[in-house]
């Protein structure tokens, strides 16, 4: 799945997405998009996305500065979640994830 939200919480959030374990393939198809749009943008307007040299790439939400990139793997764990969610979240602040 590839898709673009337009003016929610950053002016432009592009997505890629899938079932199964191919995040190298996603990713790809992530890059590829984001290529494609700033094409696009570039020979509509002659502009380009805005990247300050200090703050990288500005938006409207502030939480997203730098490179604006967020990476999330969904996996199911229910040897964890069977026994103590508590114990789940521990974990995961141990390896700096969050679980959701």
Known sequence: TFLIWVNEEDQLRIISMENG???KGVFERLCLGIKTVGDSVRK??????CL????GYVHSC???????????VHIDL????KHSVDKLKARC????????
């Open 93 to 100: 602040e141990d390896l700096h994830l969050q679980p959701r």
């Open 52 to 55: 300050d040299p200090k703050y």
């Open 62 to 72: 502030p939480t997203n500065l730098g490179t604006g990139m967020r990476a999330s």
């Open 44 to 49: 509509e307007s002659g502009k380009e996305f």
């Open 78 to 81: 229910p040897g964890w979640t």
């Open 21 to 23: 374990g191919n995040v």
